[in-house]
């Protein structure tokens, strides 16, 4: 409630008078440059800004004061009041004059006289504020409110959305003469017209949000936040213009922003300068330590520039947040670590810097790898970093002041946060950060709770899937910018989510449309997201490899057995109790890694005291006999899966023809990755192992033990779902996925460790699938649109959030003996398998502003190829195998199909 309590005695004074300034109309605000701000804001202009900046070098910048004249000086005050009274935002956006649209009214109203529906050319939309009916003379408005005038009939909406009153069959007379400062009762309250909405800014919501402003008005309205100060009373305070001087001939820039290839940030405009300038101290440009700049890649560049600008309210004015959500790999860490580095110590008035302490906050198991960061790119000596674990506590670092930057895990920080609250920080840092999507966990709303203001969220999950998810990121990094969460809803969320049922009606379709358009250019200007394909060109080619393992005879035995269980049959009815189906699959999942696994599971059943209630004895009876009688689950063979005897000729290959490189090998199960441990054992080859029981203190060690050319591991035993995230696994050029996840997003997530900056060696991987099977299922639901489209490109999401139809499960629940691939079948493809080169892949485009527009499904690059994409694919069936490829070759004899897809073939590295 913004004008609540707005005096109405400033009314029939018209320079004393709040004049109401429309959403869409004209900012009369001092600075003229604003005007030319638009609301689509797109990266590629931070890189212009770059340009400008650089043309303009020979301008005389440094030492410029650029302050405002004494006359434009008391336009802002006068203008600051009145805004602060009002809290009104300007539109930057130039349209037309509400008053014309006043005047035409009556001719308008006048052709459709006699109509039960005006046509919707002819509805009118006022801002207003409102309060209950009074006799006294100095009303106590209550809120303000949206007035939609229809004909003659008229609705009352508040700020949040939600009809406040209602009215029909008022004279036209009354309605049609509605004019801004007008007082009229209608529907029970009183109200007073502030002013005129354009349809445009009423149908993109606009009109319901910080005063009216739109996205450009954002950053036009610094005012708004700030309390005016009169700049000349700080320059005053200065002893002596003697002094003043000596100490602007000391604001330097500190490094030469005239040096090739400098990186030098965009300056603050003249609206900036006036609202942080406090001192008047000149501009000097901020450049970019050349000792990184060395280093960075040009996406990194602008990705600072892009940070720089957010958590300096450039982008969006009063607001300093940022969610950075470039995809896994493209070096978030380095560029937050320029960022860092640079604020430290430089800032653009005065050369003072800008920031003074930095907390980032990690998952515990990433948390050295902050400080590894931080020590490769910045040496040791430059900046001091602050880790916190079992040995180093919060209050180390309240009682020193040597450290700048305080790195924390999640969990610590919970259980530090008194002494966190008590420490100023000036820049925040989530890395990983979609885990606040859910405001109300208490990691969220403990972060929420610290004072600082320049946040930053570091996340390669898209953040745009859920647009509840989205609004808790949003809010966090900036609070506020989207209202309140009512609002939000109401305004954005239910007519996105209604304009995109089937059922929608034209009308909804447009209006969800334009809602997520404006959503998009809002949210547009501070989060940025960049795909794999920018540094595509600097890594090794990455050789990816779809394996369709023939099941072992014991395999396909149980299988059959399992699929004609009571269990399943009671499935395909839809007789059982909701999750029913999900131990089936589990079941079938856990044969098609190996039938010890399922031995193992119906013994610790059998001995356990529920087994006669237990649905799973539906599923499990009569398997055991299926086993050999001296069965020993401890004792099992490689033969007995199919997967697993090529995975053991894939390893014992590698060794043999590349005995440098090493393997990452990954499961979704830690019981999984038991056996592929032991498989380890059994062949000699050293290996490593993180999974969810690691420490999290020893994590970075095993990372960095592997990673490191002196260490003899071949391979790394990894579980991606307990501690995939954010990994550099960059020692390992071959990666298995042994197991297949319903979500892709874990299964992308896994293979993004070692195809990544710093790779050195080709990178093969191989996922491998039980042909036949519910594996090729799982595969072809991540590739289909149905995986696309549905839920689950978020990491959280597991297999309990998807629904399966009757249908769906029949198909589940089959095997197909006889087929090569049934995904091959699926495919349409006329080739019966003899080597199909594919044609070329469809390029995508890699740039993503912002992530809610219709097309975004598109340009994301780590979403799993799709059935078509698949088609271009080399493959071939393992009959028909005239293979170059000295890996596949070894393990042909057990593979019934392959697809093949190189990236990068050319590059050199
Ligand atoms: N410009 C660069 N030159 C060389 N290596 C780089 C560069 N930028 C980043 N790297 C390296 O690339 C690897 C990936 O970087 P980083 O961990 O920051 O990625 P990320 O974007 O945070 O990915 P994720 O979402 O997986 O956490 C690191 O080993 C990092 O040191
Ligand atoms: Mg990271």
Not at 193 to 210: A, E, T, Y
Not at 222 to 247: D, H
Not at 303 to 327: K, P, Q, S, T
Not at 649 to 670: G, M, Q, R
Request: glycine share 6%.
């Amino acid at each position: 409630m913004r004008r609540s309590a707005a005096p109405s005695q400033l009314q029939g004074n018209p320079f004393k008078k709040p004049k109401f300034i429309p959403p869409a109309r004209s900012n009369p605000s001092p600075n003229e440059e604003v005007t030319k701000l638009n609301s689509d804001v797109k990266l590629s202009e931070v890189a212009a800004n770059k340009n400008t900046f650089l043309q303009s070098q020979n301008d005389p910048r440094i030492c410029s004061f650029n302050l405002p004249t004494e006359e434009s000086s008391r336009g802002i005050n006068h203008e600051d009041n009145y805004r602060e009274k009002y809290c009104l935002e300007a539109s930057a956006k130039t349209t037309s004059d509400p008053h014309h649209t006043v005047h035409l009214a009556p001719k308008e109203i006048t052709v459709s006289k006699g109509q039960e529906e005006e046509p919707d050319s002819l509805v009118k939309y006022f801002s207003v504020v409102w309060c209950k009916p009074s006799k006294k003379k100095h009303k106590k408005w209550e809120g303000d409110a949206v007035l939609i005038v229809k004909g003659k009939s008229f609705t009352l909406k508040d700020l949040e959305g939600k009809d406040i009153g209602r009215g029909i069959g008022y004279k036209f007379k009354e309605l049609e003469k509605i004019e801004e400062g007008q007082t009229m009762t209608i529907g029970g309250k009183e109200i007073e017209v502030m002013g005129i909405i354009s349809p445009d800014d009423f149908n993109s919501g606009r009109c319901f949000q910080l005063g009216g402003g739109s996205s450009a008005a954002l950053r036009s309205s610094q005012a708004v936040k700030k309390c005016f100060s009169n700049p000349f009373k700080s320059v005053c305070k200065l002893s002596s213009k003697e002094n003043r001087q000596k100490s602007f001939q000391n604001c330097k820039p500190r490094h030469d922003p005239y040096a090739p290839n400098s990186l030098v940030m965009p300056r603050p405009d003249n609206n900036h300068q006036w609202m942080f300038s406090k001192n008047c101290f000149p501009v000097v440009d901020v450049v970019i330590d050349p000792h990184l700049v060395f280093h960075l890649r040009p996406h990194q560049k602008e990705g600072i520039i892009f940070l720089y600008e957010c958590v300096m309210g450039m982008r969006v004015n009063g607001r300093c947040g940022a969610i950075l959500a470039d995809e896994m790999g493209l070096g978030k860490t380095l560029q937050c670590i320029s960022l860092i580095w640079t604020l430290q110590c430089q800032g653009p008035y005065g050369g003072k810097p800008v920031i003074k302490k930095t907390l980032i906050v990690s998952p515990g198991s990433l948390v050295n790898n902050w400080r590894k960061e931080f020590q490769k790119w910045l040496g040791i000596e430059r900046i001091k970093i602050f880790t916190v674990d079992q040995d180093h506590k919060v209050e180390e670092f309240t009682k020193s002041p040597f450290y700048p930057v305080l790195i924390i895990s999640y969990e610590m920080l919970l259980r530090s946060l008194d002494q966190i609250k008590n420490i100023k920080f000036d820049l925040l840092i989530c890395d990983e950060g979609h885990r606040l999507k859910n405001s109300t966990i208490k990691t969220a709303t403990a972060l929420i709770s610290l004072a600082c203001e320049k946040r930053i969220i570091l996340t390669g999950t898209p953040v745009q899937n859920d647009l509840q998810e989205f609004f808790a990121l949003i809010d966090f990094v900036n609070p506020g910018i989207l209202g309140s969460l009512p609002s939000y809803r109401k305004i954005y969320e239910e007519p996105i989510i209604k304009s995109r049922q089937p059922s929608a009606s034209e009308e909804e379709k447009e209006l969800g449309e334009r809602r997520a358009a404006e959503l998009t250019c809002l949210t547009g200007l501070f989060v940025l997201r960049r795909t794999q394909e920018v540094i595509n060109k600097y890594l090794p080619p990455k050789i990816e490899n779809v394996v369709f393992c023939r099941p072992g005879a014991l395999q396909v035995e149980l299988y059959r057995k399992l699929l004609n269980s009571q269990a399943v049959r009671f499935c395909l009815q839809g007789l059982l109790e909701n999750s029913s189906h999900l131990i089936c699959i589990g079941a079938l999942k856990k044969l098609c890694n190996h039938p010890c696994l399922l031995f193992s599971s119906v013994k610790e059943k059998e001995c356990s005291s529920t087994w006669d209630e237990n649905e799973e004895r539906n599923l499990y009876e009569g398997l055991i006999n299926v086993f050999p009688a001296d069965y020993n689950p401890l004792m099992f063979t490689e033969e007995e899966s199919g997967k697993l005897q090529v995975l053991s000729k894939l390893l014992a290959v590698i060794h043999e023809l590349c005995p440098d490189e090493k393997v990452v090998l990954v499961s979704n199960y830690t019981q999984t990755l038991n056996i592929l441990q032991e498989v380890c054992k059994r062949h000699g080859y050293a290996y490593t192992r993180l999974d969810g029981q690691t420490q999290i203190s020893q994590r970075q060690q095993i990372v960095d033990g592997f990673n490191s050319k002196y260490s003899s591991d071949f391979i790394f035993l990894l579980s991606s779902k307990a501690g995939g995230v954010g990994l550099n696994l960059i020692g390992g050029s071959h990666l298995i996925l042994y197991d297949i996840d319903w979500n892709p997003a874990t299964d992308i997530q896994a293979m993004s460790r070692v195809w990544r900056d710093g790779q050195k060696h080709p990178v093969h991987i191989y996922r491998l699938l039980t042909t036949g099977t519910i594996e090729e299922k799982i595969y072809q639901r991540q590739i289909s649109k149905q995986g696309l489209s549905g839920a689950v490109v978020d990491l959280t999401k597991t297999c309990d959030h998807i629904q399966f139809s009757v249908e769906e499960l029949k198909n589940l629940f089959t095997l197909h003996e006889s087929s090569h691939c049934v995904t091959h079948d699926l495919l349409d493809c006329e080739c019966t398998g003899e080597n199909h080169t594919g044609d070329s892949l469809e390029k995508l485009p890699v740039f993503r502003n912002c992530q809610l527009g219709t097309h975004q499904q598109k340009s994301d690059s780590l979403k799993p190829v799709s059935m078509s994409q698949l088609k271009q694919w080399k493959h071939f069936s393992g009959d028909h195998l005239n293979l170059t490829d000295p890996f596949l070759e070894r393990i042909r004899e057990n593979v019934s199909f392959f697809f093949q897809n190189i990236t990068n073939q050319t590059t050199a590295i």
